[in-house]
Antibody
């Protein structure tokens, strides 16, 4: 069975850094494209980053230059390094798998349960 | 960015009745070369992650009950639940994937039982 499990969230002060992890099981991160999608408390969904199978990365303007997506194929894990955190980054962060196919689909068939990041002093 | 606007923001429907959720995009998400609408629908139950229901505007994801259907083209789309069940209480989101890299979601529609 396929799963995604996020971890690494918590309370962090503005300007601080945090690294989120997303452990995959039942499939390999090396042959799938994965995204991070966040949801502020009581709000809607915001796509923030995608790592394509060929290592190409994409970012939303709201996080470009502050967040970095990466993966460790030996650990079958996706990461999101978040720097210069702001109050508006407070959200549940989900990792999500791009619908499998021969190219990027940009819609997501598998989601983790998310990890909460709270940016507050 | 393409802005996705859903209506209504919330909806209350009786069990067994039809529920209809609308989604409008600020520009067409129909790609003329393949005649496909780059539009997906998700269901998010309380405390859970989103679940993919429909992609290409009308293709039901494997395992999704056939009471869920998607329709529309260009800029106007509809998610219909033909006979509402108690387990369908959730927030529903549309998402465009025409304008990439990056995708955008609607603000969500909360569906409740009347």
């Amino acid at each position: 069975e396929v799963h995604l499990v996020e971890s690494g969230g918590g309370l962090i002060q503005p300007g601080g850094s945090l690294r989120l992890s997303c452990a995959a099981s039942g499939f390999t991160v090396s042959s799938n494209s994965l995204s991070w999608v966040r949801q502020a408390p009581g709000k809607g969904l915001e796509w923030i980053s995608l790592l394509y199978g060929d290592d190409t990365t994409y970012y939303a303007d709201s996080v470009k230059g502050r967040f970095t997506i990466s993966r460790d194929t030996s650990k079958n894990t996706l990461y999101l390094q978040m720097n210069s955190l702001r109050a508006e980054d407070t959200a549940v962060y989900y990792c999500a798998r791009d619908y499998p196919g021969s190219s990027l689909s940009w819609y997501f068939d598998l989601w983790g349960r998310g990890t909460l990041v709270t940016v507050s002093s | 960015d393409i802005v996705m606007t859903q209506s209504p923001d919330s909806l209350a429907v009786s069990l067994g009745e039809r529920a209809t959720i609308n989604c409008k995009s600020s520009q067409s998400v129909l790609y003329s070369s393949n005649n496909k609408n780059y539009l997906a629908w998700y269901q998010q139950k309380p405390g859970q992650p989103p679940k993919l229901l429909i992609y290409w505007a009308s293709t039901r994801e494997s395992g999704v009950p056939d009471r869920f259907s998607g329709s529309g083209s260009g800029t106007d789309f509809t998610l219909t639940i033909s006979s509402l069940q108690a387990e369908d209480v959730a927030v529903y989101y549309c998402q465009q994937y025409y304008s990439t890299p990056g995708v955008t979601f609607g603000q969500g529609t909360r569906l409740e039982i009347k």
